[in-house]
């Protein structure tokens, strides 16, 4: 099955360039065959089973799948086939479609490649095409001056990642740790240091953790929908397979400097993400911006699997594991769905700005409604996606601030802080985009004029939906199979479930009865006709211009946190004939990472360049300066005995 689906959809990737065959034949092929990738991964995590070759340090090609794989291998199913399905009529306006179509292909058979990969080359090989499709996809899209800076920023980010990957892999396979985890440990205190930073700096920059996430709310904007919804919910996962394959592999579990900084990392990406998401007006970016809280959360849940497992809770450690795999499913199905119907959204009014919509459930009910689910389940809405698993990362999290070292306590208590936190702003975040972008009036001509998209570009986001209940309502099934992926967790003491969230929420029971009261107020109702009723504003009109904005909502927040994020605001006035004309008000949040951190490091970049092309064309005596002290510093090394 596995090879029938690669194989199908490399035909998809392949009619895509003949010119008498159709964009949708292709398209179908593609989703075909991802779906049997991913049905092999399903049975490969529910059975436990392994199928293919195991790692190996060799240089030989080699592809498996193991119960871990298989999860991702279906999570990218997840997400990939209904992107496909969703691209037939929306790929129909876009430029140069069958170029579009050939790389949506590619990028899901690179997605399903690296996470079956089993040797470094492969795996690298297919990390760089995953990397470089995106981009491809951005220019063929779009090819302006704005898409062109953020691919050449994405890329050199990402550049900085794929390093440490490349530098984690070879390392592993240099000391035979790849096919054997004891050769790690054979290999000394300084090689797992250079595997560890490198696999944290190189999956983190993928999976978009600050401070290495720059180019995440660049990118994901501009690429077309059906490809935003992959790279959200299915490239940022792979970078998380990666991270938690480097920490599960470990033997005897990774040193404790390490669970803390994963543990740091997340804790800061999920606070940081959702802070700058609610201060978004641009749809897209939003998106992008919880993509990096939700990258967090997962990340914090493996951190403290690695320091519970490091304090020998073997039981909590695998709760924790089970807890971050599961919110990257969640995450991955809620965040597929709502990039795509941000690109119906996009389609239907001709913007993304959140203060030009307004009404669109009632315009577009089934683009609506789908995008009220998804926005629900990134909130942490209990009996949708994500509420579980946020819920059992807190109680691993608080279980971890149990502890009896001060440093593990501490570090727990402020995970847990963070997730609590980070939860309220989600609500705030998706409750004010539920808010102004589906209820109320129209806030602008397009969204006036909003009419539904076609069937295609309506049941994807729908069936994604469905998956967001599906997996809220009845987590519990998947819980012990998650659990069995925790080192040793295919232990009976762990098989047995640990009697935590995930695995006993009444999750089921609060659905039913949320669906009995629904049933009982539609009764209730029967056919009496709706009754319009005028919108009271103290006797006028209650036009666009008194509607609230997104940044009238976020302003307590704005306010709160303003010694943070300083944001800006400032008045323009605009006069002719010595009569003001207009008056214009101007604000924002500035994203301090930018002014802080990678404004002076782009501007050190460019001078040492600028530095080194005056040297290029100097005289001949700064080429002879440059190499004596060339030579001089190495002699002071080696006598040093740095290079021995």
Not at 24 to 50: I, P
Not at 121 to 144: K, S
Not at 205 to 233: C, D, E, F, I, Q
Not at 424 to 435: E, K, P, S, T
Request: glycine content about 14%; charged content about 10%; hydrophobic content about 55%.
């Amino acid at each position: 099955m596995l090879v029938a689906g690669a194989g199908s959809i490399a035909c998809g990737v392949a009619l895509t360039g003949v010119r008498r065959a159709g964009i949708a034949v292709a398209l179908l092929l593609q989703a075909a065959g991802t779906a049997l990738v991913g049905a092999v991964g399903a049975v490969c995590l529910l059975d436990g089973r392994t199928v293919g070759a195991g790692f190996t340090s060799d240089l030989e090609p080699s592809l498996g799948v193991d119960p871990l794989s298989g999860l991702f291998l279906l999570l990218v199913a997840l997400v990939a086939v209904p992107a496909a399905l969703y691209a037939i009529p929306y790929l129909a306006g876009a430029r140069r479609p069958r170029t579009l179509a050939a790389l949506t292909g590619l990028f899901g058979l690179a997605l399903a490649g690296v996470v079956t990969a089993r040797d470094a080359v492969t795996f690298l090989a297919l990390w760089e095409v995953m990397t470089l499709v995106p981009a491809a996809a951005i220019l063929v899209a779009r090819g302006d001056a704005p898409a062109r800076r953020a691919v050449f920023e994405y890329l050199a980010v990402t550049r900085i990642g794929g390093a440490g990957v490349w530098v984690a892999l070879l390392a592993l396979a240099h000391h035979g740790a790849l096919g054997d985890p004891a050769g790690l440990a054979a290999a000394g205190g300084g090689a797992q240091a250079l595997v560890a930073v490198a696999g944290i700096v190189g999956f983190g920059t993928k999976a978009g953790l600050v401070p290495l996430h720059a180019w995440l709310p660049r990118a994901h904007p501009l690429a077309p929908s059906n490809v935003s919804a992959v790279m959200s919910g299915a490239m940022v996962s792979v970078a998380l397979y990666g991270l938690a394959r480097l920490l599960t592999g470990w033997p005897g579990g990774p040193p404790a400097w390490v669970g803390f900084t994963v543990l740091a990392l997340g804790a800061l990406s999920a606070l940081t993400g959702i802070l700058y998401a609610v201060f978004q007006a641009d749809l897209k970016r939003l998106l992008a911006f919880s993509t990096i809280e939700n990258a967090g959360i997962v990340t914090a849940a493996l951190g403290a699997a690695a320091l519970l497992e490091a304090r020998g809770e073997a039981r909590w450690a695998a709760t924790a594991l089970a807890a971050g795999l599961l919110h990257a499913l969640a995450h991955a199905l809620a965040k597929a769905l709502l990039f795509l119907t941000a690109g119906s959204v996009e389609r239907a009014t001709g913007g993304l700005r959140i203060d030009a919509m307004g009404g669109l459930l009632g315009r577009m009910p089934a683009t609506g409604g789908a995008t009220l689910v998804g926005a629900l389940a990134l909130a942490g809405v209990p009996v949708l996606a994500g509420f579980a698993s946020e819920w059992a990362t807190l109680g691993a999290l608080i279980e971890l601030a149990r502890a009896d070292a001060v440093g593990t306590a501490l570090a727990g208590a402020l995970g847990a802080a963070a997730l609590a936190a980070t939860t309220g702003l989600a609500v705030v975040c998706f409750v004010a985009l539920a808010g102004l972008a589906l209820l109320g009036r129209p806030r602008g001509p397009g969204a006036a004029a909003a009419t539904e998209v076609p069937g295609p570009m309506r049941w994807a986001p729908a069936a994604l939906a469905a998956g967001c209940v599906a997996l809220g309502v009845a987590p519990g099934p998947l819980m012990p199979a998650l659990e069995r992926l925790a080192p040793g967790g295919d232990g009976a003491e762990v098989a047995a479930g640990v009697g935590v969230p995930g695995a006993s929420l009444p999750t089921l029971g609060a659905a039913l009865a949320l669906g009995g009261a629904a049933a009982l107020l539609a009764v209730a109702r029967g056919r009496r006709p709706r009754a319009a009723a005028p919108v009271w504003n103290c006797g006028q009109d209650a036009g666009r211009e008194l509607a609230w904005t997104s940044a009238a909502f976020t302003k307590p927040l704005r306010l709160a946190f303003g010694g943070m994020l300083r944001p800006r605001r400032g008045v323009e006035v605009v006069a002719r004939a010595g009569i003001v004309r207009e008056i214009r008000h101007r604000g924002g949040v500035p994203h301090l990472f930018d002014s802080l951190l990678y404004g002076p490091t782009a501007r050190a970049a460019l001078a040492g360049a600028g530095a080194a092309r005056r040297l290029q064309s100097g005289s001949i005596r700064q080429y002879i300066a440059a190499l004596v002290g060339v030579v001089v510093l190495l002699l002071a090394l080696a006598r040093a005995g740095a290079l021995g």
